[in-house]
């Protein structure tokens, strides 16, 4: 029955642990989950500006699987490449070691767990109060949660040193004690997808004295195998670069531990060296036990990356050479599907949303083909022998791709209203409400460029061909509507600056100057007795172009507020 009691306890503490790391990462991301996202996508310069971004997210939001699962998802989602994506994993391993340190510092040596229940009364209070720190709130709740959860671990781990045989008999085996211990560590990550839940569990069995100090590193480097469990989960379904991220970083962690192992002794030697303070062998709660093992987990990561850092690129092209290109995702889809991270370590809405401003600007640039399509066309026409078939084949192409547009909306959209549903912190509420109006923009510019295709098919189809003289008139027209849907695209994901909203503003004012012009041509052109069908032929189209003119300042002054 002890026995039984005991592992209740234990399995409550470390239940607690495990809520108390989800609530306290959970209230971070919410706060700062978009940020952290763009964070990911604009510093990755280079591999060393690659490893320090990794290092820094996981580092504040005490989760290397919550990074590496959002690394899979950007490159997933094209937002990132696949040796962008290998620095960030590497810095993300030596981020995860934070945990480890502030578990032995603050857990075992500060007793901070007395200060546990007066956080989680504080971060409740906060969390459940409607005002913009409310995500604040909730990351002091789960780190109060959290430190409770490993006082009660630590309490409850002491009656067990009498009936651990196991590990009393593996624990002078020599090299083999090595392998069951990375094994063991393994496993333990595997079940709780958390190597920062299982570290904490080493740490605790170490200051307690049921496993010795070479086990527990041992278990240490099995944890950075465990731990890549996320990262492949994440990966099902996905392209092909994102299973190619997902393999970097279970090779990483496999290649790491597989040299450290049969190196532990020195490793050790060298903690031992670098390690401020003293271990005494066979002490029961030695502070130092503790530390000395943080300081084992942060040395074996960053030597690890030291030594495959030059090698980036090398191991980019062997996981290309293990995972071949598919030939299906090169070829143009007929219909769209939108594919955005899911999964528990990532459920908190504002680390999906930049996944849909992609989609976005994906579609942005979707429409602005479909414009520049007819341009090119509506331009060339007059060289053109076989006109029917062109404008009836362009017809049929943006037909298409009207439908395609309209699936990215329906679909992006009803994504949106699922994470306005959800509790989101005000500039996340504000950026969903953006997208809801831009991709409704963007789908009328899309009808609009199908129907323009529509009138010069049928214009054709009865021989109304526009002259040269309103063709040249026309074309600055559509070269400045062109460009006002490219200044959209480009500033598609950022404020739009007074400047640019100003010049935006210049431009339609200048589309509806020369919309009445060609208006008064076509006017004048009736007057003089040109062909009626004609003429209303030419002003349809321009009064058609002048409407995307209108949408394009919708979106600007959307992306000002």
């Known amino acids: 029955m002890t026995v039984i009691s005991t592992l209740l306890k234990i399995t409550g503490g470390l239940c607690l642990f495990l809520y108390g790391m989800k609530v306290m990462s959970d209230g971070i991301q919410r706060a700062a989950g978009d940020r952290l996202q763009r964070f990911l996508n604009l510093i990755t310069g280079n591999r060393f500006t690659a490893v320090f971004t990794g290092f ?45 340190w502030v578990v032995s510092l603050i857990g075992f040596s500060l007793k901070l767990s007395e200060l546990a229940l007066p956080a989680v009364g504080v971060g409740f209070i906060c969390s459940m109060v409607k005002w913009k720190y409310r995500d604040i709130g909730e990351f002091i709740l789960g780190f109060g949660l959290l430190f409770m959860g490993l006082d009660f671990l630590t ?17 002078n085996m020599g090299f083999f004690t090595y392998v069951i211990g990375t094994v063991f560590g393994m496993m333990i990550t595997l079940f709780l997808h958390s190597s920062s839940a299982t570290t904490a569990i080493i740490l605790t069995m170490a200051y307690n004295g049921i496993i010795g100090y070479e086990i527990a590193a041992s278990m240490i480097l099995g944890a950075n ?3 890549t469990i996320d990262a492949a989960l994440a990966s099902i379904g996905t392209k092909t670069n994102a299973k190619r991220a997902a393999l970097v970083h279970v090779l990483f962690n496999i290649f790491g531990t597989c040299w450290a192992l049969p190196l532990l002794k020195p490793l050790l030697a060298l903690v031992e060296l670098v390690t401020p303070g003293t271990m005494t062998p066979g002490m029961v709660n030695d502070p130092m036990v503790t530390a000395h093992l943080a300081m084992l987990h942060t040395v074996f990561n960053m030597t690890n990356t030291i030594v495959f850092l030059p090698f980036v690129k090398y191991f980019a092209s062997f996981v290309t050479f293990l995972i071949k290109d ?3 995702e090169t070829a143009e889809p007929v219909r769209y599907r939108f594919t955005f991270a899911s999964g528990k370590i990532q459920n908190t809405p504002e680390m999906q949303i930049v996944f849909a401003e992609k989609e976005v600007r994906d579609m942005a640039n979707h429409v602005l083909l479909m414009f520049s399509r007819f341009n090119n066309v509506i331009q060339a026409l007059f060289e053109m022998q076989d006109r029917q078939t062109v404008v009836t084949s362009l017809g049929d192409e943006l037909k298409q791709k009207e439908e395609y ?24 509420e504000h950026r969903v409400s953006q997208l809801l109006r831009i991709i409704s923009d963007l789908e009328e510019i899309s009808d609009d460029c199908c129907s323009l295709s529509f009138i010069l098919e049928n ?44 010049y935006a503003r210049e431009l339609e004012k200048e589309i509806d100057f020369n919309r009445d012009k060609l208006r ?28 995307l003119g209108d949408y394009c300042l919708e979106i600007a002054e959307t992306l000002a507020v």
């Open 405 to 428: 547009a309209d699936q990215m909306r329906d679909q992006i959209g009803a994504f949106l209203m699922i994470c306005a549903k959800e509790q989101l912190n005000p500039r996340s």
């Open 459 to 502: 214009g054709v189809k009865e021989n109304l061909v526009i002259k040269k003289k309103e063709m040249d008139a026309l074309i600055p027209y559509l070269n400045q509507v062109e460009n006002f849907l490219n200044l959209v695209k480009d500033n598609l994901g950022r404020k739009l600056s007074p400047t640019t909203l100003s």
């Open 56 to 100: 820094a997210i996981t580092a504040i939001i005490q989760s290397s699987s919550a990074t590496t699962v959002m690394v899979v998802s950007l490159v997933n989602a094209g937002l990132l490449n696949l040796t962008q994506s290998i620095g960030l994993i590497m810095g993300a391993n030596i981020g995860t070691t934070v945990t480890a």
């Open 326 to 328: 598919d030939p299906s």
């Open 155 to 171: 309490k409850s781990m002491p009656s067990l040193g009498e009936n651990v045989y196991i590990i009393s008999k593996i624990s």
């Open 225 to 227: 195998i465990g731990t």
């Open 520 to 547: 008064k041509l076509g006017r004048k052109r009736l007057e003089s007795g040109k062909d009626v069908k004609t003429e209303l032929l030419f002003i349809d189209i321009v009064r058609r172009i002048e409407k």
